[in-house]
């Protein structure tokens, strides 16, 4: 039986203007998360 997917990420991008300029935390991110599966590293961006 396959795995369905619950989540899709694509091309995540998440940006901070900083007094020192902008700050890239994420950029260009693609990740899913399929139904029983634990992926603490990609928990972690959100």
């Given amino acids: ?5 619950l989540l899709r990420i694509n091309h995540l991008k998440k940006y901070f203007q900083t ?10 991110v693609t990740f899913s998360i399929n139904e029983r599966e634990t992926n603490y590293t990609c928990m972690a961006l959100l």
Avoid: K
């Fill in 1 to 5: 039986m396959e795995n369905q997917e």
């Fill in 19 to 28: 007094p020192r300029g902008t700050l890239s935390a994420v950029d260009d």
